[in-house]
C-alpha cells in the first residue's frame, strides 16, 4: 500500500495522516457507508471550479453541445415533454437556406455527397498524426459540422451492426445495451420503406428505402458473391446480417434523410425548443462538480447559458472528448501540462474519500453498491484505481479502415460519364425539379458482410459496391470506366487516443488512431483484399471485367498486399469510443450505462463516443439509437425492450464440433 500512498501523494498531495487507517486497507465497508452517508453535501475539491454569475445568462432544462446525429434526435424527443425547455447549440450552419433544401443541394442531394467531405464549410475537416504503421501517411477524417452533424455528409448508408456487438456491450459493462434493449429503439427511429416486421419500424421519423437505380453491376456483384460461396441475405439489419444483399439507405423521396431532416425540422417551431447555430462552445461551467452550463462563442461574443437539469455533450467522438478536456474533465497530468484546472479525475473522488470529504450522490450509489460485496473485492476496486492513471476521456479511440478494389469497366455503364459537365448540368436540374433521377441515391445500393476465418463467430469483414471509382476521398475525379468495392476489417484490434494541442476550442486535438499497429489487423485486411478478388472474378463479372485497377495484377505477395494497404488505406469515417461506456469501478470508462459522465453531476455524453468498443457497420444508425434509448432515460421512462427475437448464428468452428 505505501507504494500507492506514495504515487498518489505525488499527483495530488493529500496528507497521509488524515487517511484513516485500519490494518492492511485505509476502510473497511462500514466505515465507508458512514462516510457516504453522513451528508449530502458536494464533493469538495482543491481544483479551480467555474464561477458564474446569473446576470446575462438564459436558463434552460437541457443544454445539448451539438446539432449532429445524437444531438438533434435528443432536441426532438426531450421537447415532447412542454415542461422541458432545450437548447441546442452547433458550431455549424443550419442545413437549409430560407428554408430551402433545393437551395443547399451539396447536402440535400444523395449523389452530391463528395461535395461535402471536400467542403470545410460544413465539415471539421480533422487530420490524424503520422500513422507509422502506414508509412507515415497523414489521415483525413471528415466530420459533419452542420444541422444533421455526419448525417448531412455521410454515404447515408443505414447499416446497425450485428445483435453480437450489443450483447458484447453488456460483457463490456454498458448495462441493458444488449441487443433486446437496443432493438426496440432501432425500431422506435425508423419508418422502412418495406414496412414494420419483427427487426424493422414502421412509424419512427427516420426514413429508410432500398436503392431504385436497377444498375447491372449491382447485380453482377451480388450474383458474383453468390457464385463465390457466400449466401443472399434480404435483410442486413433484420435476422441474418451475414451475407450479401441490398443496401439500406436513409435517403426519403430522393432526398437526404438526415437527423435534422427527421428530427430536428419537424420539432423547430416548438415553443420550448431554442437552437443557435455557428455557435462555438468552448467550456461547461461546473460548481464543485456539478455541471450548470456553458460559455460559448456567437458572432464574437461570448456568452453563458445555464441549464437547470443538465447538460448533455452530442459532440461525437471527437467533439466531446474534447470539450471534456478543455473543461477539466480527463487525465489531470495531461490537463496540468495545459494549465487546465481540473474538475474532475477518478483517483481523486477515492482520495477526498479518504480525507473525509463527501462525495456525490451518484458516487455513493456506486460505491455503496461495492461496499456491500466486501472489504477484499472493495479493496481491489480502490486499489486498481489508485495503481492507473484514469485516462479515459480520448482514449480507446477506435475506427473502421477501408481500401477500394478497383476494377476497369469494359462496357459504358458506370458513372464516369455522369462526372461530365453536361451530364452533372442534367442530372442536377431533375433533382430540383423532381427528386429523381441520379441524383436521388447515392449509388451505395449493395454490399454484404463476411467472416475472415471459420472460427469468426459472426462478420468481421464490410464490403460497399460501387458502379464508380473514387479517388482521394471523391477530390480527385474519374477518369475511366470502373467500378470498386470498399472493404475493411470491422472489429480491429488497434486502438487510438486523441488529446487537446492547445487550451484554444478552435484547434483540432491530436489524433492518434495507430492503425494496423497489430499482426491480427494485418493478416484480416490481407484477406479482405484476397476474398475481394475472389468475388470480381467470378462469371457474373465477366463481361464487365477489364485490367484490375487497384492493387494491381503485379501485387499478388503477401508483403506486396501489405504495402498496397499502407499506402490506400483510409479512413471509413467511423470514430468512436473516446468517452467509453462502462462501470465505474472501470478506470478506461468515461460514462456510465445511463450516460452520465462519471465523477461529475448533471453531465451526460451521447453520441459515438460512448460506444464501448465499435460495431460490425456503419455508425450512424447505431448513433441515433444511442440517442433514442437515452432520451428515455433522460425522461425517466424504463428502457423498452424485445426478448427471444432470433438471430442468425454463423456456423463456426466451435458449433460444428
Not at 153 to 167: F, K, Q, S, T
Not at 358 to 376: N, P, R, W, Y
Not at 591 to 607: A, Y
Amino acid at each position: 500500500m505505501s507504494h500507492l500512498i506514495k504515487g498518489v501523494k505525488k499527483c495530488y498531495g493529500p496528507s497521509i495522516s488524515q487517511m484513516h487507517k485500519v490494518t492492511g486497507f485505509p476502510f473497511k465497508p462500514p466505515l465507508l457507508k458512514s462516510l457516504l452517508a453522513y451528508s449530502g453535501q458536494k464533493l469538495k475539491t482543491s481544483r479551480t471550479c467555474s464561477k458564474l454569475s446569473s446576470e446575462n445568462a438564459d436558463s434552460y432544462s437541457y443544454i445539448i453541445v451539438g446539432a449532429g446525429s445524437a444531438g438533434c434526435v435528443l432536441g426532438s424527443r426531450l421537447t415532447e415533454d412542454p415542461l422541458s425547455t432545450v437548447l441546442l447549440l452547433e458550431a455549424g450552419p443550419k442545413d437549409t437556406l430560407l428554408g430551402s433544401k433545393r437551395l443547399m443541394w451539396k447536402i440535400h442531394m444523395p449523389a452530391a455527397l463528395t461535395y461535402n467531405l471536400c467542403d470545410e464549410k460544413y465539415n471539421w475537416y480533422y487530420h490524424t498524426t503520422p500513422q507509422k504503421h502506414m508509412d507515415n501517411r497523414i489521415m483525413y477524417w471528415p466530420r459533419g459540422r452542420v444541422w444533421g452533424g455526419s448525417s448531412s455528409l455521410n454515404a447515408m448508408v443505414y447499416i446497425r451492426g450485428h445483435a453480437e456487438d450489443y450483447n458484447r456491450w453488456h460483457r463490456e459493462g454498458a448495462v441493458g445495451w444488449d441487443y433486446e434493449f437496443c432493438l426496440p429503439y432501432f425500431k422506435k427511429a425508423q419508418t422502412h420503406e418495406l414496412g414494420p416486421n419483427l427487426y424493422r419500424g414502421g412509424n419512427g421519423p427516420l426514413h429508410v428505402s432500398r436503392g431504385k437505380t436497377n444498375h447491372p453491376l449491382h447485380h453482377a456483384f451480388l450474383d458474383a458473391a453468390q457464385q463465390a460461396g457466400y449466401s443472399f441475405t434480404d435483410d442486413m439489419n433484420g435476422y441474418q446480417q451475414e451475407g450479401f444483399g441490398w443496401m439500406d439507405m436513409t435517403i426519403h423521396r430522393g432526398q437526404r434523410w438526415s437527423t435534422a431532416s427527421a428530427y430536428l425540422h419537424p420539432a423547430i417551431t416548438r415553443p420550448n425548443l431554442s437552437t443557435e447555430d455557428r455557435t462555438l462552445v468552448t467550456k461547461i461551467l461546473f460548481q464543485g462538480t456539478k455541471a450548470i452550463g456553458v460559455e460559448y462563442v456567437k458572432n464574437g461574443q461570448r456568452k453563458k447559458a445555464l441549464a437547470s437539469k443538465e447538460v448533455i455533450l452530442s459532440g461525437g467522438a471527437i467533439n466531446s472528448p474534447q470539450l471534456l478536456m478543455l473543461s477539466g474533465v480527463g487525465n489531470a497530468d495531461d490537463l496540468k501540462k495545459l494549465g487546465i484546472p481540473v474538475v474532475c479525475h477518478l483517483p481523486e473522488v477515492l482520495i477526498t474519500i479518504y480525507n473525509g470529504h463527501h462525495v456525490t450522490s451518484d458516487v455513493q450509489d456506486s460505491l455503496l453498491k461495492i461496499a456491500d460485496v466486501g472489504e477484499e473485492q472493495m479493496e481491489r476496486f480502490v486499489r486498481g484505481a489508485l495503481d492507473s492513471d484514469w485516462t479515459g476521456v480520448g482514449q480507446n479511440l477506435q475506427d473502421h479502415l477501408e481500401v477500394y478494389i478497383q476494377q476497369k469497366c469494359t462496357e459504358p455503364i458506370t458513372l464516369y460519364k455522369a462526372q461530365k459537365l453536361i451530364n452533372m448540368a442534367k442530372i442536377g436540374l431533375e433533382w430540383l425539379w423532381k427528386f429523381t433521377g441520379d441524383g436521388a441515391t447515392a449509388h451505395l445500393e449493395s454490399g454484404g458482410f463476411i467472416r475472415s476465418r471459420p472460427d469468426v463467430p459472426h462478420p468481421d469483414i464490410q464490403f460497399h459496391f460501387l458502379p464508380s471509382q473514387v479517388i482521394d476521398h471523391g477530390r480527385v475525379a474519374s477518369k475511366l470506366e470502373a467500378y470498386q468495392v470498399h472493404v475493411g476489417p470491422m472489429r480491429s484490434t488497434s486502438v487510438g487516443w486523441l488529446k487537446l494541442k492547445s487550451t484554444d476550442p478552435r484547434d483540432h486535438p491530436v489524433i492518434e488512431p495507430n492503425y494496423l499497429s497489430t499482426e491480427a489487423d494485418v493478416w484480416e485486411f490481407r484477406q479482405c483484399v484476397k476474398l475481394s478478388r475472389e468475388i470480381f472474378a467470378q462469371k457474373a463479372f465477366e463481361k464487365f471485367c477489364g485490367p484490375e485497377i487497384q492493387p494491381g495484377s503485379h501485387i499478388q505477395s503477401d508483403k506486396e498486399i501489405d504495402a498496397f494497404i499502407r499506402q490506400k488505406a483510409d479512413s471509413a469515417y467511423h470514430p468512436s469510443c473516446t468517452c467509453k461506456m462502462g462501470q465505474p469501478s472501470d478506470t478506461t470508462a468515461v460514462v456510465d450505462p445511463q450516460t452520465k459522465v462519471i465523477g461529475v453531476e448533471n453531465l451526460r455524453v451521447v453520441d459515438a463516443s460512448i460506444m464501448p468498443s465499435v460495431v460490425s457497420g456503419n455508425l450512424n444508425a447505431p448513433t441515433i439509437m444511442i440517442a433514442e434509448k437515452a432520451a428515455d432515460m433522460i425522461k425517466g421512462f424504463p428502457s423498452l425492450s424485445e426478448k427471444n427475437v432470433p438471430v442468425y448464428k454463423s456456423q463456426t468452428l466451435e458449433t460444428q464440433r
